[in-house]
């Protein structure tokens, strides 16, 4: 291993320092910062991120409640729910956990969110002044993924980034934000030709594919950042001893739980031939959360006026 690992669950905890220190401000004027999380359904990977919101929510001093609705619930219900939420004039963020299962369309759901109440920043008006440069609520994983490239020094204007996938919630707006701050932005995918070298032009590869340790080192230039997003169950005990050889932790955690979790990059391989990379976990994912809760402080403050 030669690369530089970038603790993004060190970045996040100064993030959420700052936000607990924001929310202290707030309390001091009376106002608590409030979340509301929509979970619709049982998916297991969902309740344990909304798990993890809500007492991150918590220990930052804000209140969060979770609506559990059932996997069935109608179109009809699901918007009530959230215009609900939306005419409360005490509910400052809305969170509406994606996937929904089908037939809902999440994106039918998100239009109907408040932008102003839109912490996830993927209303169509918060997409818009994003990709003007302007961001209103940044996504909170491309923008806790900022904040990690800021805090490890990567120089970002002048730079080639790769962004590998196409998400809503990661790959697009992570492409707008690196654009924003003056790199040159390529956007690849499944359909891309030659995925490989079109990768090994990265001085910034960032990896939001959902594929398990797709990205190997044939996709890395030697010294390049790998940012993995990637957050992949792997119950496979052959391929576990494969991508992380002699890592007995590991191999434990696929007898005990049954699965290990695998970012999108093959970590030892690639730690070989990248300048730095994250970790997964404990790189990306604390992130994600942090940049929830600096949204949601940021959405109680503009609803008041304070900025
Ligand atoms: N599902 C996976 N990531 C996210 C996220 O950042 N926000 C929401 N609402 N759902 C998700």
């Known amino acids: 291993m030669t690369a530089r690992v970038l603790d993004g669950a060190a970045v996040a905890a100064t993030i959420r320092q700052r936000v607990a220190g924001e929310v202290r401000e707030l309390a001091d004027q009376g106002v608590v910062p409030r979340l509301e999380v929509i979970l619709v359904g049982g998916d297991p990977a969902s309740r344990v991120y909304v798990g993890s919101k809500g007492r991150a929510c918590r220990e930052a001093g804000i209140r969060s409640d979770t609506h559990v609705l059932a996997a069935d619930i109608g179109a009809g219900e699901l918007r009530t729910v959230i215009e609900g939420l939306n005419a409360d004039a005490d509910v400052d963020g809305i969170l509406l956990q994606l996937p929904l299962p089908k037939p ?92 490989a070298a079109v990768c090994r032009e990265a001085d910034v590869l960032v990896a939001a594919i959902g594929r398990p340790a797709m990205v190997t080192h044939e996709f890395v230039k030697p010294g390049a950042v790998v940012i993995d997003v990637g957050i992949n169950r792997v119950d496979d005990a052959a391929l576990v001893a494969r991508l992380y050889p002699g890592d007995a932790a590991r191999a434990e955690q696929v007898a005990k739980k049954g699965y290990t979790l695998v970012g999108d990059v093959d970590f030892v391989a690639v730690g070989a031939v990248a300048g730095a990379i994250t970790p997964v976990p404990g790189g990306v994912g604390p992130l994600t959360i942090a940049g929830l809760l600096a949204n949601t402080v940021l959405a109680a403050k503009r609803r008041r006026g304070i900025e």
Do not use: W, Y
Not at 165 to 193: D, F
């Open 104 to 195: 809902l369309d999440g994106r039918a759901f998100l239009d109907l969110i408040d932008p102003g109440k839109d912490i996830d920043g993927f209303h169509p008006t918060n997409v818009g002044l994003l990709h003007q440069g302007r961001p209103s609520f940044a996504p909170c994983t491309p923008a806790g993924i900022m904040e990690l490239l800021d805090a490890g020094g990567v120089p970002l204007e002048g730079a080639r980034a790769v962004v590998l996938g196409r998400s809503e919630i990661v790959g697009k707006p992570m492409a707008a934000l690196l654009l924003a701050r003056h790199a040159t932005v390529t956007t690849c995918h499944s359909r891309t030709r030659d995925l």
